[in-house]
């Protein structure tokens, strides 16, 4: 070590240094996630990581954007409110007598109860997020199911593929804002609900069609179905999210 790096000025050039290296793999990392899928988890998977952060970094990093966004707007992507599980989603009719059950059983009111619940899954949405990665690397492992790719293989993979995903869901939520700040109604028109919506699951399978090419070498009509299959898988793993949420949720909060 030089006697210059022990004094006060070589010791701010080395962090500026260290921080400048990270700040332009993030930039290179964000640049590659967006512009060419799969290129991150072949890199990292053949040790090429130098120039890039970590799956679960840029995993982690894009969870932060994501949820700053959403506290920007009123809509809750992944953890519904109690309101929208009892009358919206999929699931009403069965959540409406279990949640009025453990509400007599817990000496509750519905309208006492129904913000603390919408508080506490907004929560949990952040901190179980990781299930959807896990579900998503199962999936893409029975999808690709060859004993000479390593599990970590798919696991990079469901990282770097919920990282751009949680990018566009994030880059939705701004448009729907922006609607909301020009006049109009955001995700609650069903016009615009329908075209976000529409443009979120296109995104997701263009990613999805080009980086099976890349990470697992699918081609042709394989490459098709496949990755249709996983586009499809990650609508099921977001509507089962919300799903396990409300459980996890309505069991903590009323007992």
């Not at 799956?55 to 920007?72: D, E, G, M, R």
């Not at 992507?77 to 007598?97: C, E, K, N, Y």
């Not at 995903?165 to 939705?172: E, K, M, N, P």
């Amino acid at each position: 070590m030089e006697s210059s790096d022990l004094t006060l000025r070589g010791l701010i050039a080395r962090v500026a240094k260290a921080l400048t290296n990270v700040d332009k793999r993030v930039v290179n990392t964000t640049r590659d996630l967006l512009r060419h899928p799969g290129l991150l988890t072949v890199a990292y998977v053949t040790g090429k990581r130098k120039p890039y952060v970590g799956p679960l970094q840029i995993f982690l990093l894009a969870n932060v954007l994501f949820f700053a966004v959403q506290s920007l707007s009123t809509i809750n992507i992944f953890g519904a409110s109690l309101a929208s599980h009892m009358t919206v989603q999929d699931w009403r009719g069965w959540a409406t007598p279990l949640v009025q059950s453990r509400l007599a059983a817990a000496h509750l009111t519905l309208a006492a109860y129904e913000p603390h619940f919408n508080a506490v899954a907004e929560a949990n949405a952040k901190s179980l997020i990781i299930l959807m990665v896990a579900a998503f690397a199962f999936a893409t492992w029975a999808l690709f199911l060859r004993r000479d790719r390593p599990f970590l293989l798919h696991v990079a993979f469901a990282l770097h593929a919920w990282a751009f995903l949680l990018v566009v869901f994030s880059g939705a939520l701004l448009v729907s804002e922006f609607h909301v700040l020009v006049g109009g109604k955001g995700l609650a028109s069903s016009r615009v609900d329908l075209i976000l919506t529409a443009a979120n699951l296109v995104a997701c399978a263009l990613f999805l069609y080009r980086a099976v090419h890349v990470v697992y070498g699918a081609t042709g009509i394989g490459r098709v179905v496949r990755a249709l299959a996983m586009t499809f898988t990650v609508m099921g793993i977001i509507l089962g999210y919300r799903l396990l949420l409300f459980v996890v949720t309505l069991y903590a909060t009323t007992y």
